[in-house]
């Protein structure tokens, strides 16, 4: 399947299953997330709603349906189904943290910490390996608390009733592609701890049980989320 591009050339949704490192993306000139973040970083927030307020109708009142289409949208749900559905979202969150994928995720996090810290050693030492061990460190350290976050995310929207199309058809669920995320940032993260310890042997100690619980992370996320390896992240799964 061939990329799907907006009017601008952007991918759309390419933002919605990316690693948050927008340093080494490959797909930055065709983001319009990290074009909106480049706008605001040179204009500041004044220019970048400039730019996005040209676009919007002269005069509103005439060129929009009429009436209050917010308020018409809160009028359908009654106060009692608001309530249920912020419970339920308050539900799905909670039993995300006590979830073994959660935990596991925490406790990588965790596992990684005097690692990323004994790799930026290496790294400041400098010498010929400096480089090598800063690879290495960069994506431990970006990676460290991604994994939980994604982890998470898949798993409180593993609850939601799937968001249908014109024709009935479900939409990919976001939960399988959060969960895509999560596989591929930890499956990173455990091999930059490998290379480490091959770099170094001494920190082998600190990489043992860093690789260990990532590679029962990636176990669970096959068995939670059977459908996550067929999801089809824009731009990133799409041929070149």
């Not at 797909?27 to 919007?56: H, K, N, P, V, W």
């Not at 249920?84 to 596992?111: C, F, T, W």
Request: proline letters at 6%; aromatic letters at 8%.
């Amino acid at each position: 399947m061939a990329m799907e591009r907006d009017d601008q050339g952007f991918i759309s949704g390419v933002h919605n299953y990316c690693d948050r490192w927008c340093e080494r993306c490959p797909f930055t000139s065709r983001c319009r997330a990290y074009a909106m973040e480049m706008s605001i970083q040179i204009d500041g927030f004044d220019g970048e709603l400039t730019q996005a307020a040209e676009g919007l109708p002269t005069d509103p009142a005439e060129e929009w349906p009429k009436g209050n289409f917010l308020a018409e949208a809160e009028e359908d749900l009654s106060d009692e189904e608001i309530g249920q559905e912020l419970l339920a979202r308050d539900v799905a969150h909670a039993l995300a943290d006590v979830h073994p994928l959660a935990i596991g995720a925490d406790r990588l996090a965790k596992l990684a910490g005097p690692l990323v810290v004994a790799a930026n050693t290496r790294v400041t030492a400098g010498g010929p390996e400096a480089e090598a061990f800063r690879d290495r460190f960069d994506v431990l350290a970006h990676y460290q608390y991604f994994v939980a976050a994604k982890v998470r995310r898949a798993l409180s929207g593993r609850e939601h009733a799937p968001i249908l199309d014109e024709d009935g058809r479900p939409f990919p669920s976001d939960a399988d592609g959060s969960a895509k995320v999560a596989y591929l940032v930890c499956a990173a993260a455990r091999d930059a701890a490998r290379h480490l310890a091959v770099l170094d042997p001494m920190l082998a100690m600190l990489a043992a049980p860093l690789t260990g619980t990532a590679d029962g992370i990636l176990d669970l996320i096959d068995e939670a989320f059977p459908g996550h390896r067929a999801f089809r992240r824009p731009g990133f799964d799409d041929p070149s």
